[in-house]
């Protein structure tokens, strides 16, 4: 093939890719862009459940190999586990698979969450309710899991204002939302126009 045909078709291959991207884009985000608030909103939401989502999905693939820590670094998991959850009043070996489980489905109610952030980029007010549910259904798993116990001496700082900035920021633009709306009459029905 001649250096000018591949050069063509390695421009047609390009083109196709940044159509594909532009049309994701688009799709997700769609055309408009939001107010600076919203935006300010979305980004600081979106980049606090990523950390949170990073963390629950690292601790739950290290849960799920502990051996691999023990070969590479010598760190027992299992043990320092266990011991943490005979201080927190579990049983030897009821910890570990509690903690795994609780670390599975953080990780998977955090990427709802960064998912459902798209629907406030969108200006779709229902996101409201989605980001309150998941907060909710994790706090609730946390609680019914692993106790207020380990809420209160193991869940960390950054954790806890993660969790109140998502959910004071959310309200926030829930407020904003219903005051920037244009008011509706109802009391005239379209028969009587």
């Not at 890719?17 to 300010?40: D, M």
Request: proline share 4%.
């Amino acid at each position: 093939m001649e250096p000018e045909q591949q050069r063509k078709k390695l421009e047609k291959e390009e083109q196709i890719v940044r159509n594909v991207l532009f049309k994701s884009k688009s799709l997700l985000y769609g055309h408009v862009r939001p107010h600076w608030f919203v935006q300010l909103n979305y980004y600081l939401c979106t980049l606090l459940a990523s950390i949170a989502f990073i963390w629950h999905a690292i601790t739950f693939l290290i849960l799920l190999k502990p051996g691999f820590l023990k070969r590479h670094k010598f760190i027992d998991v299992p043990a320092i586990v266990e011991r943490r959850g005979s201080e927190l009043g579990f049983l030897r070996d009821e910890f570990f698979p509690i903690l795994k489980t609780f670390s599975g489905l953080g990780a998977i109610l955090w990427l709802i969450l960064i998912v459902s952030l798209l629907l406030l980029w969108r200006g779709k007010t229902y996101y409201v309710y989605i980001v309150i549910g998941v907060i909710v259904v994790y706090v609730g798993v946390l609680l019914s899991l692993l106790g207020g116990t380990y809420f209160i001496e193991d869940t960390t700082w950054f954790d806890k204002l993660t969790l109140f900035v998502i959910l004071t920021l959310t309200i926030v633009q829930n407020f904003i939302f219903h005051l920037t709306q244009p008011k509706v009459d109802r009391s005239k029905s379209p028969v009587q126009e």
